[in-house]
């Protein structure tokens, strides 16, 4: 706003000054004037000075629109009124030097545009640069030879091409981002916005962008593999001493989730296990802590002289890296060692193996008290399986009774601990975790319930009455008319000396003839299969180099036996499947599984629904992941387009 004109500012003072000198007048001349006069006097000045007020008022509006105007580039009100108004300088604001823009003052004295034209804060930095980019493993080099790996747009890739621009330090990096570009256009773009100081002081913001040249050439590891697989230089041999392959299922999935495969030259099968290439050797002990962090494992190390040049006193060696994986695996039964027995307060010893991992859960069926062994503890006294799941016989069962809770607490649970249970089953105090039994137990531990059942072998109906009564821990699970898996102590063949210790000491009377390990679905799975039912979902597989054996039909039957019972094993234990990623089938597959499934189920009749429906596990299609890939994206934006594009027209 600019200042008041001269007689806006005093017109008040001129008024005064005017009645002053009328009084001055009138008594210096001695006139005698009458009041009304006099008041009308008054009047007439207070009109005049209230008009001047008015227009001189009016008179600084105009000139501070017409001000305005010339700053923001609108000249008509200047071009009507250039004959009644004047130019003033706006406080607060000055003229360009060089184009006369009303600007804030700096120290320059030119506008942003001026500035621009006069000085460039980008030059000296690089507009073009080129990256080296291995497409086989699809890493970029770090020079001098350092490769890291980066996906496509990510904080890892942006980092990367910042630090390759040369000329940075010499400005104030403000912000950064990438500009779209073809994903096979091997090309990158980046937009920089920096800050410098320049003429006096003054601060210039300037944003430009940068493009980047993928070179592709191959890095040294996957350079050595291509000319000979045999090119590794550190090797992971991981064993299990089992009849089955389960465990190596379970950790290849596990080995995909995480990407823990990347770095390898090359994965080969072995009959009882998985030999894992790498061409350096930090890569080899990165996957032994991977595998030691989700499995009960032992592992050492050697290495082999391959060359040593004694010009320059240089060796090359060949790292071999052995990984043992603990022979126990999930729903086996084992018969603990007397000393790990009684450093967990005496369960057992006769357990089953519930839970598998970098500890192993066991349990005790009979009481439900469970403890947990870490590889150290197992390795320090070692045992093996009594029984495995290949030894798993079929039984009917004929009646179920619930255990009552306080029953158990009277009677101390048969274990002879009493009221010590609660401190001798304390996890920190034995280095495991184990649960108390009884009524709390049951309130905390809804999965598994103390029940006595009365069983019999499915294939001994018709032909004998034999029936066993156990007690087991499927309480939660089981009702009078299903199918049961577990072990037959009577006529399983164990050679263990714990196991032949313990009969000795406590009789064959206290050994149960039965101990149940899980619900079976097998009948059920097998009339759904009959009418179609499939699964919707499906996991995804490392490239593994099969060895050559000699009985390939027979090695393939096992091979896809144990892939169903793996997958039977997902359905059924919803903390297992939560450790890996379970992918939905493609669009038009999962399309076709979901008619085929719903023709399944209207095919049922009313009794098979009762039976089956809430009963036989599945993996919900809520749980799956999409298996989203880079032309799976392409596809989806395409059709976006040409959606938009219809509208349009």
Same mark, same amino acid.
């Given at each position: ?47 005049? %000075?209230?008009?001047? %007020? ?44 060089? &184009?006369?823009?009303?600007?804030? !003052? ?37 020079? !001098? ?114 990407? =823990? ?67 126990? &695996?999930?729903?086996?039964?084992? &018969?603990? !060692? !007397? ?162 210790? %313990? ?140 959606? =938009?594009? =219809?509208?349009?027209?």
């Amino acid at each position: 706003m600019n200042k008041p004109s001269f007689w806006a500012k005093n017109s008040c003072f001129l008024g005064i000054a005017i009645v002053f000198l009328f009084v001055v007048w009138e008594r210096r001349r001695r006139i005698s004037i009458s009041k009304d006069v006099k008041q009308r006097a008054l009047i007439t000045i207070g009109i005049v %000075y209230i008009y001047i %007020y008015i227009r001189e008022k009016e008179r600084d509006d105009l000139i501070d629109n017409n001000c305005n105007n010339k700053m923001f580039g609108n000249n008509e009100s200047d071009n009507n009124n250039n004959a009644t108004m004047l130019r003033r300088a706006q406080p607060g604001l000055v003229l360009c030097c060089l &184009c006369a823009t009303s600007i804030s !003052p700096n120290p320059t004295g030119m506008c942003v545009e001026c500035i621009k034209t006069r000085v460039d804060i980008t030059e000296g930095i690089q507009k073009q640069c080129s990256v080296i980019h291995c497409n086989q493993c699809a890493r970029y080099l770090q020079p !001098p030879k350092h490769w890291i790996r980066a996906d496509l747009e990510s904080k890892e890739l942006l980092t990367f091409c910042i630090k390759r621009v040369k000329g940075l330090n010499k400005v104030k990096l403000v912000d950064a981002g990438f500009v779209w570009t073809e994903p096979h256009s091997k090309r990158l773009k980046t937009k920089l916005t920096v800050q410098k100081e320049v003429l006096n002081g003054a601060i210039l913001q300037q944003s430009f962008v940068v493009e980047y040249v993928v070179e592709w050439n191959m890095c040294d590891a996957c350079a050595r593999a291509a000319a000979n697989a045999d090119q590794w230089q550190a090797c992971v041999q991981v064993r299990q001493k089992v009849e089955h392959k389960r465990t190596f299922l379970f950790l290849e999935q596990l080995i995909l989730k995480h990407s =823990m495969e990347v770095n390898a030259i090359g994965v080969k099968s072995q009959p009882d296990g998985l030999d894992f290439y790498y061409g350096h050797r930090s890569h080899g002990l990165k996957m032994v802590d991977f595998i030691g962090s989700v499995l009960p494992i032992r592992s050492r190390n050697d290495k082999q002289l391959v060359s040593h040049d004694a010009n320059d006193n240089t060796y090359n060696y060949r790292f071999t890296l052995m990984v043992e994986i603990v022979p126990i &695996c999930r729903e086996d039964l084992v &018969c603990l !060692p !007397p000393k790990t027995s009684k450093s967990f307060g005496g369960i057992g010893p006769v357990v089953l193996c519930t839970r598998v991992g970098s500890s192993m859960q066991f349990t005790e069926t009979h009481t439900l008290r469970r403890v947990w062994l870490n590889s150290e503890q197992y390795w320090r006294y070692p045992f093996v399986a009594v029984a495995n799941s290949k030894q798993l016989c079929e039984y009917i069962v004929l009646d179920l009774e619930i255990v009552n809770g306080n029953e158990w607490e009277q009677n101390g649970g048969d274990d002879g601990l009493g009221e010590n249970r609660s401190q001798l089953f304390n996890g920190s105090q034995f280095g495991g975790n184990a649960s108390t039994i009884g009524g709390k137990q049951r309130r905390a531990n809804r999965k598994n319930l103390l029940a006595d059942v009365t069983v019999a072998r499915s294939r001994d109906f018709g032909t004998n009455d034999i029936t066993f009564f156990t007690r087991t821990h499927l309480g939660s699970l089981l009702k009078v008319g299903d199918t049961a898996l577990g072990y037959d102590l009577t006529n399983v063949q164990i050679s263990d000396e714990s196991f032949d210790s %313990y009969v000795e000491k406590v009789g064959e009377s206290r050994i149960p003839d039965v101990v149940l390990v899980k619900k079976s679905y097998a009948e059920k799975r097998k009339k759904r299969r009959d009418r179609g039912y499939r699964r919707a979902w499906e996991l995804k597989r490392m490239d593994i180099n099969e060895e050559e054996e000699t009985n390939k039909k027979d090695d393939a039957e096992k091979r896809m036996q144990d892939e169903e019972l793996f997958m039977q094993e997902l359905e059924e234990d919803f903390e297992g499947r939560a450790q890996i990623n379970v992918y939905k089938k493609k669009n038009e597959d999962l399309d076709a599984v979901i008619r085929a499934n719903q023709n399944a189920l209207a095919n049922e009749t009313d009794d098979e629904n009762d039976d089956e429906n809430d009963e036989i596990p599945e993996i919900k299609l809520e749980e799956l992941l999409d298996d989203m890939k880079l032309s799976d994206v392409e596809e989806e934006e395409e059709e976006e387009e040409e959606e =938009m594009e =219809m509208e349009i027209h």
